[in-house]
Every structure is written in structure tokens, then in C-alpha cells.
């Protein structure tokens, strides 16, 4: 009976010391995979003001909701249209953009609205000829008001029906980013 | 002494006198301790080649009839006595003699579980070396989906965990060679890393047995063991090879083994490779696997009082996941639904594995003393480590699909210390102690905030149990105590990142009476009741983020309390005649607290659009089921089989069903067997069906997508068993769809992207030499 106090004893102290040992802090990972932002850069052709509409979650998926600005563009004006995407929580800021640029095969935007006769056209292209959508024109016509959405596809098939015009239906494929803004015509 | 034999010449000439068809014999024995020679009663006696069984009467005698050769595999077990295995050969006025040895110098616990256990339980509850050759193309949750109450929870054709009467993940341990399996049991895509080959029986266990593994089970238990070495001077070995059309996979297995007290060895090794697999309408493109084991088992006999044993396992993995199964948003699953064929399918094979895919790789040693203070008593200790190194690879952007997105090691560190020894009055005390420390780390290369955390958990449990025979009674009687710290340390989502720490302690318990009733040497009913609590798991306390597989955010509660179950279960398994077995069981288990994902009203934005958010919470729930199972022999040649599974599961604090319960199903075989036809020495041959029920018990609003419809699959097997000189020839036909049914099961996660599997032709050969 002795012998097994002096056992159990032992178990309890030994236990003890173990248990009092902490889990090392874990390292923090470089968020490479993270897009923090997205900004759409409107410049108008000739004259006006240059209106950006941003996409910013700066802390990732969870914490902190995204900040979103909204968009005021003219009536009846074209805007020369350029992407920029950036992981913010890097330090320097990584600019994703060029990633893209690089996969352009693998990648295309998608933008669709619910502003009357807002339209945009693509104006750069893959090594297969096919869109890609980081310069891009948009167009305005009457006022009005209503949303645009620009999705972002990862592996789609690009040479699929429509895909090449900008209809998503059949690109298939992940997305990677996919960001509505409120926008105003006037 | 004499009276008895005299009872078993009297069953042998009423056996003789209702079946005197040729090649119908019925054995009769009767087993005895070896050194006092004791009857033994309620010993279970199985003849392996047949899965035939019986359970020792009152006066130490087994009858089992039907037996269509007279010369067999033999086993006979019983709690505390080494296993006999034998092949014996018997002519008709003749009975068996089978003498245990007291368990002396037996070190694998299985022999002792298996004691505990009634032949006709164990026919239902275990799967043993046959089956598992014929299902060896097969992961080991499929191979246990057939025994009654098992179905399987899938990710796609690679990735599958048992569900056991509906409880599975971190309610449902999965114990290797008696060593708590460890692993991200947490996801419901990660299967067990276990070769079912290396390990030649698979069964499932409940009630008070269960109570002495450590392991945060709710009352089931899965066990995976290697047999130990057979008792055989003179090298052998088995050797096997397998082919499978669907997904053209080609596997091979080599075992060789040699006894000797000094030293007995076994080494077991596995390869096996498959492509794309092939629902009935289309490829299933990125589903192939890889995988390759090898194992070492050794055995030392010291002295009489010592014996030492080491088992050494390497299991590792690539498993391919359906391409077009990696979505995006809550938009890509919608459109993912719509679709009959997935995305990316390709119209043509292929063996290639590409991103999303697993890397899985477990390593396991583990060393076992077992020590006997004399015939009766005996202490067993053991020390095992594991390492489980698991990395997830997603399609990425500039080739960094090579960097994994999910990257965990998990090592742990196991010792137990058990002891048995009769007490008070005939009383079987088992006693033990266990330490168990687990160290799961997040390696930061995969430039993603992690799922789950780094933690150290520590483990102490201890438990002891009661058994005795009493009259027609079989009594067990157990308890446990665990206690549990959690020692966390986790990734803020608020930036600057910071590191936020946790302590968690838990107790938790178990207290559990079972009891058999052997109303006749046919018959026996048995009835359990336990209690059980569970501590919450890291990850239902500090999940956070996105589950690529699931495509959702799934969050932890830190304010999460332990979950309490009760449970219930009454068997009854009963020979009614010599023609008829039957095998049933009702249970019912009510579970407070008892954690799952909910589905949060919330959708959270996020740049790459809108996620469902699911978060673990806390409700009253309730299971009860029921299986039936049963036995025909309408001829000497054919048996006929039948199968029926019910079960529910409801939220009871919200009065609504539980999610991913399995459907009912029920299953018809029938079954020829024919000795010495052409030149085959026996040959069996298997049609069998099995339908499967949509689950309806589900809201709509608690799925992406309605349940798929009932389904029925028809299979076929043919095997056939040639005895070359010393070498037994076993080869074997299976086709599993045979039909190429397309269809989609409800536990298999897929289902929201492609069908299941489409017709599979497996064809493979054994050699025993």
C-alpha cells in the first residue's frame, strides 16, 4: 500500500511538472494568399473628376467589416478603367495585380450592372487573345442609379461560350474576388 | 466428467438425426483450462473460414452446425485465457477438446477484449482477415460500413470516417492496436490514417469494454489491431495482389512472419495507386490516391512472468479531391448545384493527383510489457508516440498550389499502466492509468491564418473495471475519470496579429453496468446503460476562418461546456433454429449539451464575396435507432441474409432534426457455397443488394440542397479457395454498382458536386504459404 501512495505520488508530481510547460507562440504567417483591396480607378476621357471605388478589408475574412465607397459617376461619359489589387497587411503593401497579370490565362473579371446601358468593355487581352479585364472602358449613358459587380474567376474557361464577351455564365472556375459597389449616375 | 461427454455424444447423434445430408456436420467440444481442467462457460468458439460461431454453455460445450468441411480454423477465447487457434480436423462421431492456456504469456490485449465479447456479437461487430481480403481495394470505413449500425461519412471516393450509430469525429475514438488514434479527427475530410491490411481486425466496441481505452468517446469505440503472431515455427506469409476497374487501381500487400519465443517477427507492407475514379455518366476527375505503408510487429517471450512486444507503422498518403468540387463562394456552390456534370471534368483517365489534394503521412511505435505476478494476475504497460503530419493542398495562384494551405503536426506521447486480478468473490478486476500529451502545431508556410490553433493537451485518465460470471449471468460494471488541459495558443483576427492564450481544464467521467443473460446455449440477451461526458475539442472552441472543403467560415464558441450523454441499448441475438440466427438491437441515447455546427443566420462579406457562417453551438439531442439482422439457411449450400438500420436524430432544445445522421438502408445477400466443384476446393458465391432510404428527417432550410433521392445497388462476388501443397490459394471476384446506378449518397459531402461511384469490377489473388 506504500509503495503505491509513493507510485501515485510520483504520477501526480510528474504530471504536474509536465503540464506546467506552454505551447511556444506560434509564428504568424505571412498572408500572401490574402487580398486586402480592391481599386477600381475611373479616369474620364477629356474632362472630370477621377472617381475611385475601393474595396478594403484590411484585417482579412473575419474581425473588422470591409469598407466599401460608393461610386458618382457622370452621365453620358467614358472612363478609362484600371484594377489594382493589394495585400495591405504585407509590409511593403503587396500588389497582387501583377500576379494576375502574370496568370493572365488563368484569370479574368467579370463586371455586370444595374445602371441602365452601363457598359464595360475590355481593353487588354491574354497571350490566347482572350479578355482579361484589369483595363478596362466603361461607359455611361442615361442617370440612374443601381449597383456593379466585379467578380474575379481563377481557372475559368476562357474559351467557353460568352466567356470571351464577358458573360459569366459559363466561365465555371473559383472566385477569387467578388465585390458589389453602389453606384450613382447623374 | 465423463457425463459430459456423454452429453455431447447425445448432441452429435439428435445432430446426425435431423441433418444427415452430406457435408452438413455439426461440430460439437467442449472447452477446459488446460492446468485445473475446468469447464469454461460462455467461451466464444468461431470457425473462421465459415464466420460460424457459438458460445460455450453452462458445461463448457459449444455446438455449431452447418459446417460443410470437417477440417478448419478454430478459435476459441475467453477473458483472461491465450487465444486457441487451431485447424483441426474432426470426422462425424467425433468431438473437439480444447484446452486454454491461462493467459500467461499472451500480450496482446485483443485476445482479452475478445473474451468479452459472445461469438454471435462478435459475427456482427468485427470484421476479421477474410472479409478484409476480399474488401482490400476498400478504406476502413467502407469495410466497416458492413457490419450493422456503421455507415461512413465521405468526402468523395478517398476520404471516408465511420459513423457508429450516428456518432463519429470527435464523439467516436479510433483506437490502434489499443493506442487512441491521433490526427485532425476534427475534420469531417480527414479519414483515419490506418492500413486496414496491417491491421487484420477491425470491430466495434461499446458499453463498459470501451471504458478502459482513453479517448473522448460518447460509448462507441472503433478498434484496428494486428493480430499477434501466429504461433508458427517456420517461415510465412501471405502475399496479395488487387486490381479495381473504377479508377484502374492496382494494390499489393506482402506479410511474412516467423515465431520463435526468443524473438517472433511479422513485417507487413502495402502499395496500392489509383487514378480518377468514374461516377456512371462521367469521370470523377482528381481522384486518385496513392498510398504506401509498412509495418513491423515483434514479440519476446523473457520468461514466464515476461513478455515484451513493439509495433512500428508507417502509413502514408496522397489523396486527389474532385477538382470541381473547390469553390469559392456561397455564389459557386449555388451554381456548383445546378450543374449535372462538375466543372472541370475531363472526358478522359488519367493517374494524375493536382491541387486540391492531401498529403497525409502517421507514424506510429509503440512498445508493450506485459508482466505475470501468476496465472491469474497480471500488469501491462505501455508507451507509444505518434507523429501525424497532414498538409492540404488548394489550387493557388504563380505555382504556390505547391505550398499546402492547411499544414499540421501533431505529435503525442501515450503511457498506460494496467492491471488485473481476481477480487472479492470471483470478481475480474481491471485497473489502469493513462497519460496521454498531445503538442499540434501549425506550420506558418502555408501564408494563411490558421483553422485551428497550436495547442498542448495533456491527459490523465484512470478507470477500473468489474466482470463475473454468475450462473446464466455475465455482469460488467466500470467507471472512468479523465482529466484534461488544454493549453492554447491562437492568431488574432484583429491586426496587429497577436497571440491570444487559453487554459482549459475539464473532468470528465464515465459510469457504465452491462449484463448478459443466457436464456439458452442458443440465446442470450444483453443490456447496457452508461453515462458519459465529453470535453469540447480545440476546434469546436476556437475554429476560425474559412474551411476551404466546406466552403464556409466556421467560428468557434470559447464558452463552450462539456457534453453529457446517456445511453441505452438492449440486444437480444438468438439461434432459433439451426436454420435461423437472428441478431437485434435497440438503443437510444440522450446527449446534453451536445455540440454541432449550426448555420448562422448571418452572411459575412468578404472581398471574395459572401460566405454562410457556421458556428459551433450547444443543444439537447437525442438518438435512437435500431438494427436487425438475420440468418437463413434455406439449404445446406445457400444461406440468405438480411439487414435493416433505423435511426433518428433530433435537436430537442429547437425541436428539429440533427444534421448529418445516416439515412435508414436495409440489405439482402444471398449466398452459395459448394466444396470440391470442378477443381476448385470451395467456392462462394455472393449476389447481394442494398437499399438505401433519402433522409427525410431534415428540414429544408438546414441543407444547401434538398437530400438525395433512395438509391438501391446491386453486387456480386465470387471467390474461390484452392489448396495447393502447403500453400492456400484464395482468389476473388467482386463487382460492386453492377448496374452503374448513378446516384448520390447523403453522408457523402460530394453530393453537392457530382455522383457517387459508378460500377467497379475488382478482381484480386491471395497467397498464404
Not at chain 1, 482579361?132 to 442615361?142: D, E, V
Not at chain 2, 500529451?437 to 490553433?453: A, K, Q, R, W
Request: with cysteine; aromatic share 10%; hydrophobic share 35%.
Amino acid at each position: 500500500m506504500k509503495s503505491t501512495s509513493i507510485y501515485l505520488a510520483g504520477l501526480v508530481i510528474a504530471f504536474i511538472a509536465l503540464t506546467s510547460c506552454e505551447k511556444d507562440d506560434p509564428i504568424i504567417p505571412h498572408e500572401e494568399e490574402l487580398i486586402t483591396s480592391l481599386i477600381y480607378t475611373l479616369s474620364p476621357v477629356g474632362v472630370g473628376e477621377t472617381v475611385v471605388l475601393s474595396f478594403k478589408d484590411l484585417d482579412g475574412d473575419n474581425g473588422n467589416s470591409p469598407i466599401i465607397s460608393k461610386g458618382l459617376l457622370k452621365a453620358n461619359t467614358r472612363y478609362t478603367g484600371a484594377m489594382e489589387l493589394l495585400n495591405e497587411l504585407e509590409e511593403p503593401v503587396h500588389n497582387i495585380t501583377d500576379e494576375i497579370l502574370e496568370e493572365a490565362e488563368d484569370h479574368q473579371f467579370f463586371f455586370t450592372s444595374t445602371v441602365n446601358d452601363l457598359q464595360v468593355l475590355y481593353s487588354d487581352s491574354d497571350m490566347n487573345g482572350n479578355p482579361l479585364g484589369i483595363k478596362t472602358q466603361l461607359a455611361t449613358q442615361g442617370e440612374g442609379t443601381g449597383v456593379l459587380k466585379i467578380i474575379l474567376r481563377h481557372e475559368p474557361d476562357k474559351f467557353a461560350d460568352g466567356v470571351a464577351d464577358g458573360d459569366i455564365t459559363n466561365a465555371g472556375g473559383e472566385t477569387d474576388i467578388e465585390v458589389i459597389f453602389e453606384i450613382d449616375v447623374q | 466428467m465423463y457425463s459430459k461427454f456423454f452429453l455431447i455424444f447425445l448432441f452429435s447423434l439428435f445432430a446426425s438425426s435431423t441433418v444427415s445430408q452430406e457435408c452438413n456436420h455439426l461440430i460439437t467440444g467442449v472447452v477446459r483450462d488446460a492446468q485445473t481442467g475446468e469447464e469454461i462457460p460462455y467461451a466464444s468458439v468461431l470457425i473462421s473460414e465459415y464466420s460460424k460461431g457459438a458460445v460455450t454453455n453452462d458445461a463448457g460445450i459449444f455446438v455449431i452446425s452447418h459446417v460443410c468441411d470437417t477440417s478448419f480454423t478454430l478459435t476459441v477465447s475467453f477473458l483472461g485465457y491465450e487465444v486457441y487457434e487451431n485447424l483441426v480436423s474432426v470426422s462425424n462421431d467425433q468431438s473437439i477438446v480444447v484446452e486454454l492456456i491461462a493467459d500467461s504469456k499472451k500480450i496482446n490485449d485483443v485476445t482479452v477484449t475478445a473474451g468479452w465479447l459472445s461469438a454471435t456479437e462478435r459475427l456482427s461487430q468485427r470484421i476479421g482477415d477474410e472479409q478484409i481480403q476480399y474488401d482490400v481495394n476498400e478504406s476502413l470505413a467502407n469495410m466497416l460500413e458492413s457490419l450493422s449500425g456503421v455507415s461512413s461519412l465521405k468526402s468523395g471516393g478517398g476520404i471516408a470516417k465511420p459513423v457508429v450509430q450516428g456518432l463519429y469525429g470527435n464523439r467516436l475514438p479510433i483506437l490502434n492496436n489499443g493506442v487512441a488514434q491521433s490526427g485532425q479527427q476534427w475534420g469531417n475530410d480527414h479519414s483515419p490514417e490506418i492500413d486496414p491490411i496491417v491491421a487484420n481486425t477491425i470491430s466495434v466496441i461499446s458499453g463498459v469494454h470501451a471504458m478502459e481505452y482513453q479517448g473522448r468517446s460518447l460509448g462507441n469505440m472503433v478498434l484496428v489491431e494486428a493480430k499477434p503472431i501466429r504461433r508458427h515455427h517456420l517461415l510465412s506469409g501471405k502475399a496479395g495482389y488487387f486490381f479495381e476497374s473504377n479508377g484502374r487501381g492496382n494494390g499489393v500487400n506482402l506479410a511474412l512472419q516467423k515465431y520463435d519465443p526468443t524473438l517472433a517477427w511479422k513485417v507487413n507492407g502495402t502499395l496500392k495507386k489509383r487514378g480518377d475514379q468514374h461516377a456512371a455518366d462521367y469521370y470523377l476527375t482528381n481522384t486518385g490516391i496513392e498510398e504506401a505503408n509498412v509495418a513491423l510487429q515483434l514479440e519476446k517471450v523473457i520468461n514466464d512472468r515476461w513478455s515484451l512486444d513493439a509495433m512500428l507503422s508507417s502509413f502514408n498518403t496522397q489523396i486527389g479531391v474532385l477538382r470541381g468540387s473547390h469553390i469559392g463562394n456561397l455564389t459557386d456552390l449555388e451554381e456548383a448545384l445546378e450543374r449535372d456534370v462538375p466543372f472541370y471534368t475531363n472526358d478522359y483517365f488519367s493517374y494524375d493527383i493536382n491541387a486540391p489534394r492531401q498529403t497525409v503521412a502517421h507514424h506510429l511505435v509503440k512498445l508493450q510489457a506485459k508482466y505475470f505476478k501468476d496465472d491469474h494476475t497480471w500488469v501491462n504497460i505501455v508507451y507509444a508516440t505518434q507523429l501525424n503530419n497532414r498538409k492540404e493542398y488548394d489550387v493557388k495562384r504563380l505555382g504556390r498550389s505547391e505550398v499546402p494551405s492547411l499544414s499540421l503536426q501533431q505529435f503525442t506521447h501515450f503511457i498506460e499502466a494496467k492491471y488485473s486480478r481476481p477480487v472479492f468473490n470471483a470478481w475480474r478486476l481491471k485497473t489502469g492509468l493513462q497519460f496521454n500529451f498531445i503538442d499540434n502545431s501549425n506550420d506558418p508556410e502555408t501564408g494563411i491564418l490558421p483553422l485551428i490553433p497550436d495547442y498542448y493537451s495533456y491527459e490523465m485518465g484512470s478507470f477500473a473495471t468489474f466482470s463475473k460470471h454468475i450462473k446464466r449471468w455475465y455482469l460488467q460494471i466500470g467507471g472512468r475519470y479523465d482529466y484534461q488541459m488544454q493549453n492554447v495558443a491562437a492568431i488574432s483576427n484583429s491586426i496587429p496579429r497577436e497571440i491570444i492564450r487559453y487554459n482549459n481544464h475539464f473532468h470528465s467521467y464515465k459510469i457504465g453496468i452491462d449484463s448478459r443473460y443466457f436464456t439458452s446455449s442458443t440465446t442470450e440477451i444483453i443490456g447496457s446503460l452508461g453515462i458519459a461526458s465529453r470535453n469540447p475539442e480545440v476546434n469546436e472552441f476556437y475554429s476560425n476562418g474559412l474551411h476551404q472543403g466546406v466552403g464556409g467560415i466556421e467560428e468557434g464558441d470559447p464558452d463552450l461546456v462539456k457534453e453529457s450523454a446517456i445511453k441505452g441499448s438492449i440486444s437480444i441475438n438468438s439461434a432459433i433454429s439451426s436454420k435461423l440466427q437472428i441478431e437485434s438491437s435497440v438503443y437510444s441515447q440522450y446527449i446534453e449539451d451536445y455540440i454541432y455546427l449550426q448555420p448562422q443566420d448571418e452572411i459575412r462579406l468578404t472581398i471574395r464575396g459572401a460566405f454562410p457562417v457556421f458556428k459551433y453551438e450547444q443543444a439537447n439531442a437525442s438518438i435512437i435507432g435500431a438494427d436487425i439482422m438475420a440468418h437463413y439457411h434455406i439449404s445446406e449450400n445457400i444461406k440468405f441474409s438480411g439487414q435493416y438500420s433505423y435511426l433518428r436524430g433530433n435537436n430537442l432544445s429547437d425541436d428539429v432534426p440533427l444534421i448529418n445522421m445516416p439515412s435508414n438502408s436495409f440489405s439482402t445477400s444471398l449466398r452459395y457455397t459448394k466444396e470440391k466443384i470442378v477443381f476448385i476446393d470451395k467456392l462462394s458465391l455472393d449476389i447481394s443488394q442494398r437499399y438505401v432510404y433519402q433522409q427525410s428527417h431534415l428540414l429544408p432550410e438546414q441543407d444547401f440542397t434538398e437530400p438525395p433521392e433512395a438509391y438501391n445497388l446491386l453486387g456480386f462476388q465470387l471467390t474461390a479457395q484452392n489448396q495447393i501443397k502447403q500453400m492456400k490459394v484464395n482468389s476473388f471476384i467482386r463487382v460492386d454498382n453492377l448496374l452503374n446506378v448513378s446516384y448520390r449518397d447523403y453522408l457523402n459531402r460530394m453530393r453537392y458536386f457530382a455522383d457517387d461511384l459508378g460500377m467497379n469490377v475488382v478482381i484480386g489473388l491471395n497467397l498464404s504459404f
